[in-house]
T-cell receptor
């Protein structure tokens, strides 16, 4: 079946540090891949997406590259800010409108 | 502005009572979804609807019911049969015609507490 695995546990880092959140997936066919962000007390917002192998999605300084050979879609940002503190979800869409989500990673950025 | 409205933001009920959560969208999207979010478990799909008057069970439909009488509206009823109803409920919609490339648009959620 289709599934997404995110690294365990929250991520705590200092302002201006480099952020990486790992995401690997299992899917049949060629899914689209997404990163969503959830700020406290809110719903999820689309952060970026990639629809085919080697595509790079980017937004607000965040980037992720669709790697078919390693079935990964790791999220990176070169210099985080306190305002980036949120929960980040990796997701895949196999084409039937039923997205599969990872469990999410809480990111806490300390001033 | 187009978007998804969920109401109320907080809801409290006694055990044994049914409760209905509202979800309205003005994005003209065909597809709508209900997810449940619990700490450390990510999002789990309860029900989804790809078109008016049609809906399908998701991964955790037991104890829930939905209706889709209008394109804009997709209310979720949490029945007394749901064993652990306390959770954060998220409604979403998407443009079905764009297929796998279509991202979900989410409401701001309803936090339901049952005591």
């Amino acid at each position: 079946g289709n599934s997404v695995t995110q690294m365990e546990g929250p991520v705590t880092l200092s302002e201006e540090a480099f952020l990486t959140i790992n995401c690997t997936y299992t899917a049949t066919g060629y899914p689209s891949l997404f990163w969503y962000v959830q700020y406290p007390g809110e719903g999820l917002q689309l952060l970026l997406k990639a629809t085919k192998a080697d595509d790079k999605g980017s937004n607000k300084g965040f980037e992720a590259t669709y790697r078919k050979e390693t079935t990964s879609f790791h999220l990176e940002k070169g210099s985080v800010q306190v305002s980036d503190s949120a929960v980040y979800f990796c997701a895949l869409s196999p084409g039937n409108n039923r997205l599969a989500f990872g469990k999410g990673n809480q990111v806490v950025v300390i001033p | 502005d187009g978007g998804i409205t969920q109401s109320p933001k907080y809801l409290f009920r006694k055990e044994g009572q049914n409760v209905t959560l509202s979800c309205e969208q003005n994005l003209n999207h065909d597809a709508m979804y209900w997810y449940r979010q619990d700490p450390g478990q990510g999002l789990r799909l309860i029900y989804y609807s790809q078109i008016v008057n049609d809906f399908q069970k998701g991964d955790i439909a037991e104890g829930y019911s939905v209706s889709r009488e209008k394109k804009e509206s997709f209310p979720l009823t949490v029945t007394s049969a749901q064993k652990n109803p306390t959770a954060f409920y998220l409604c979403a919609s998407s443009n079905r015609d764009r297929g796998a490339n279509s991202p979900l648009h989410f409401g701001n959620g309803t936090r339901l507490t049952v005591t």
